[in-house]
């Protein structure tokens, strides 16, 4: 569901109004279990208004997640100085940082010369032509977000298909060759639902690439604050195979019966050579942006050490700033002090305001010369975006501040306990894939994270496998318009029929869910050195958070570590 400040005005928004503050009600005045503290309740009550708003939108979205800021202080949850304290944290900067960068790209034009230089590498048939927009959407959309980049190739993809229509007959009943329009008309829709699903998909292979990867990371960072930090090399690492490796069964899926247009060999590289010629040159602004993102890029992946098998670790550079500034501060400050200083939201954040201190190289007429951002541009970035992550860091900081986050954990292991590791994130990829077709991706993050790293704890699992996979899964919605920005903006082209996707996008989800799954155990388990059946010593005060909490006595927890999970042997 799209992420921006639309309201849903019909009868579903209507009902969700009301729906809302009357279920919230109802949560906070009937008496709750008795083990579970009075402050969790309230907050229980404060998620279940803010997800009837969010699942609805009947509210702005940003304007939702403003929520916590009242309800938390009135309801004896939080302070209000706190609760304000967890709306801005670094995670909200990077993202701040990536965006305005990928403002500066948007704004000279570069996306549009890298996407026409990629299709036409890939090559011009039809199943060279689908393959080459997702390929140039996936590269695209790992830095900018999943909607702006679905935003700028579909006229670059619809442009192609009038050519085509033009080169080799219209879309119309009285076309004589009734063959070509159809294969014509499958052609558009696998292209159009190839750069929905691409813009989706290259978006879990960066930190930056999807909000919901940053509403995680934010989430993790409130949630367990003693754990070591994901650094987006590690992410990368992990991530982007996983990308290319859907990407590539995404594109087997959409072509596997896609059949070629009478008279299409007529279509040679020309077009998109004469697409380029229109571009001109590379001016000075293009070339200065892409030494910008290419020194950012390059930045991010080699701050933290990058393992790449047990043996080979390539170190990073963070280490060595950080033991610069310890030595460069010795008077003041021991050296331990620094570690952690610089992380990826410092880079991002450079390069975004350097992108305000260095000349385009091109002069506007009357107003000298220009710099490659100005405010007005940077002005476009969606700013309900960062109240949203706000939201979603209030509820986590609220579920671990008040033993929920321990309680609903517990409650919902029940439907694990007993099962294998594999078993449990399957079922965790399955339930977030299917729910976000519905509902939101980062509100579904911001809501569910703090219930499942609970979970993990009951379960006897590091939180990590838990809580990555599912963040991933919420990218891999791609059956309904309303699962993915991407999926709304392409099916409003009107050249996809539901069926389609629904046909295609449901093959998709269960290929999600078991590539999902198994990068979580080739990949994400040996790059984080994540221990099966193990909860790590920095998640257990996890517990023991709140002086709210009072003792619990769900048979949860008075079962052995070893009866959720036969795995663990006396490790919770």
């Known amino acids: 569901m799209a992420e921006g400040d639309e309201i849903d005005s019909g009868w579903a928004g209507r009902l969700g109004l009301w729906l809302g503050p009357l279920l919230g009600l109802v949560v906070l005045v009937v008496p709750g279990p008795a083990d579970l503290p009075h402050a969790a309740q309230r907050l229980a009550a404060v998620v279940v208004l803010m997800a009837v708003w969010w699942a609805t939108q009947c509210v702005p979205m940003a304007v939702t997640s403003l929520v916590p800021l009242i309800a938390f202080p009135l309801l004896g949850i939080d302070s209000a100085k706190n609760v304000a304290g967890t709306y801005l944290t670094d995670s909200s900067m990077l993202y701040l940082g990536g965006f305005i960068i990928a403002l500066a790209i948007e704004r000279w034009g570069l996306h ?27 590269l695209i959309s790992m830095w900018i977000s999943n909607t702006a980049t679905t935003l700028m190739m579909l006229p670059i993809a619809m442009a192609l298909m009038t050519s085509l229509e033009e080169l080799l007959g219209s879309f119309n009943e009285k076309d004589p060759d009734l063959q070509t329009t159809q294969a014509l008309g499958r052609l558009s829709c696998q292209t159009y639902l190839g750069v929905a699903y691409a813009a989706s998909i290259g978006g879990v292979a960066t930190l930056v690439g999807t909000p919901t990867n940053m509403a995680f990371v934010g989430i993790w960072e409130k949630q367990f604050p003693q754990a070591p930090p994901i650094s987006a090399g590690q992410w990368m690492a992990t991530w982007l195979p996983f990308g290319l490796v859907y990407l590539g069964l995404a594109w087997f899926v959409l072509t596997r019966k896609l059949t070629t247009p009478a008279g299409f060999s007529r279509l040679n590289r020309d077009f998109f050579r004469e697409r380029l010629h229109d571009l001109g040159p590379m001016s000075r602004p293009e070339w200065r942006v892409l030494v910008v993102f290419s020194l950012t890029a ?6 933290t050490d990058l393992p790449l098998s047990a043996h080979l670790i390539i170190p990073g550079w963070g280490g060595q700033a950080e033991a610069f500034l310890g030595w460069l501060m010795a008077d003041a400050q021991p050296a331990s002090s620094h570690k952690d200083w610089i992380n990826d939201s410092t880079v991002g954040l450079l390069f975004a305001v350097l992108l305000f201190v260095i000349p385009a190289g091109e002069k506007d007429r009357g107003q000298g010369s220009q710099r490659l951002m100005d405010w ?3 002005n ?36 694990f306990i007993g099962q294998s590791p594999v078993v449990t994130v399957l079922g965790i990829c399955a339930l977030m894939i299917f729910l976000t077709e519905f509902t939101s991706n980062v509100a579904t993050v911001n809501a569910v994270l703090p219930v499942f790293a609970g979970a993990a704890i009951a379960l006897g699992l590091d939180p990590r496998l838990v809580m990555i996979p599912a963040t991933i899964a919420t990218s891999c919605g791609f059956m309904l318009p309303a699962g993915t920005p991407p999926n709304a903006i392409a099916f409003g082209t009107g050249r996809i029929p539901i069926g389609q996707m629904l046909k295609y996008g449901l093959w998709l989800n269960l290929m999600g869910i078991v590539l999902c799954t198994a990068a979580t155990w080739v990949l994400l388990i040996p790059q984080m050195g994540i221990r099966i059946g193990e909860v790590p010593a920095w998640a257990i005060p996890i ?8 003792p619990l006595s769900t048979p949860l927890q008075k079962a052995p570590a070893t009866q959720l999970n036969p795995a663990v042997e006396g490790k919770k």
């Open 380 to 415: 476009r970035l969606p700013w309900g975006i960062l109240l949203l992550f706000g939201g979603g860091f209030a509820i986590a900081e609220g579920f671990r501040i008040t033993g929920l986050s321990r309680w609903s954990g517990d409650l919902f292991a029940w439907f």
């Open 376 to 378: 007005p541009t940077a």
């Open 112 to 138: 549009r010369r890298v996407a026409l230089h990629v299709v036409k590498a890939t090559g011009t048939s039809p199943h060279g032509i689908v393959w080459g927009f997702m390929l140039a959407t996936f």
């Open 543 to 550: 517990e023991k958070s709140s002086s709210e909490m009072e």
């Open 298 to 303: 390059i930045l991010w992946l080699t701050r």
